[in-house]
């Protein structure tokens, strides 16, 4: 087996685990204080083909974690993440949630090193989940139709010739062709099927992807959206988006979305217009 924990024996925090032959046992309920909302870092799972948690991932899980009573409320009952890597993602999901009873995790990767890994970091902290080799949801969304509650996405979203997306390898995780959003607008496209009624959409963006663009689109399609996180670093701005269906199902009416509370914002009224203005936003 070519996957590797990235624990070793005596590391602080884990010295409960122990690695024979990419073989571990560990004694779960010691490692992980009850407490804890996402995934311990050391009990990633790590593979030279499968993109290691980043500034984008850790951007999701926050934006998660400060939604998580919403969350809590919402009681999903199908949460799904697609393109699910290392798994960082979907076991913060599994623990944060992990007080919901009757609540199941899907997550999808269209490389199988990817699943193989997630599985591997699932299992190290003791949480479950379905884990699928995808090309985004095929071959389960029918099964999926109008039932997930919970879906996020940490796309590849870097700027790419086209032909580099879907080539395979490490350059999956972040080669999105034209602005990054080859692989992005698949999604937007089927967001709509497969979401529920009251279902939440997390999708992780770059400037170059235009956000703003990307909200456009789906308020077209009836959803409603706002800044979860922006986050700004020497190399890239990074927006957490969330979407949601609007209550007024008026998709081509931007007079008044209304949000999940109920509470509309300045924020959600003018939030297409106010990315595409932060997005072009360059310090000096
Ligand atoms: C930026 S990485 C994010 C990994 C992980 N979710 C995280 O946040 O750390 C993008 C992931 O999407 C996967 N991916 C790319 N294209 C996909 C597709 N068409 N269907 C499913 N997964 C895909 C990649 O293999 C990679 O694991």
């Known amino acids: 087996m070519d996957v590797a924990l990235d624990v070793v024996e005596g590391q602080p925090g884990s010295s409960n685990v122990r690695l024979v032959n990419a073989e571990y046992k560990v004694n779960k309920s010691l490692l992980l204080p009850p407490e804890r909302r ?7 799972a790590r593979h030279t083909d499968v993109y290691e948690p980043c500034d984008d991932s850790y ?6 974690l400060a939604d998580r009573a919403n969350l809590c409320e919402l009681h999903p009952s199908i949460c799904l993440e697609v393109g699910c890597g290392s798994g960082y993602v979907i076991t913060s999901l599994a623990l944060m949630l992990s007080d919901l009873k009757d609540t199941r995790f899907i997550a999808t990767d269209i490389s199988k090193s990817a699943v193989e890994t997630t599985r591997l970091t699932l299992e190290a902290h003791n949480v479950n989940a379905d884990v699928l080799v995808a090309d985004l949801v095929s071959g389960i969304d029918t099964h999926l139709a109008g039932a997930v509650d919970l879906l996020v996405f940490n796309p590849p979203y870097v700027p790419t010739p086209d032909d580099e997306v ?8 972040w080669a999105g062709g034209h602005k990054g959003r080859i ?5 937007l496209e089927i967001v709509d099927s497969i979401l529920s009624p009251k279902g939440w959409f997390y999708l992780v963006t770059v400037a170059a992807n235009c956000p703003g663009e990307i909200c456009q689109i789906m ?3 009836g959803f409603a959206s706002r800044i979860a996180i922006q986050r700004s670093t020497e190399e890239e701005s990074l927006h957490v988006l969330k979407f949601w269906r609007d209550a007024s199902n008026e998709a081509s009416d931007s007079s008044n ?3 999940p509370s109920g509470r509309t914002s300045f924020m959600q009224r003018s939030l297409p217009h ?3 203005r932060l997005v072009s936003f360059k310090p000096t």
């Open 183 to 187: 692989v992005i607008d698949c999604m």
């Open 166 to 173: 879907g080539i395979g390898g490490i350059a999956s995780a």
């Open 274 to 276: 106010h990315l595409s």
């Open 257 to 259: 979305p209304v949000s």
């Open 219 to 221: 308020r077209r399609k």
């Open 38 to 44: 996402s995934a311990d870092i050391r009990l990633v």
């Open 59 to 64: 951007a999701l899980v926050d934006a998660l």
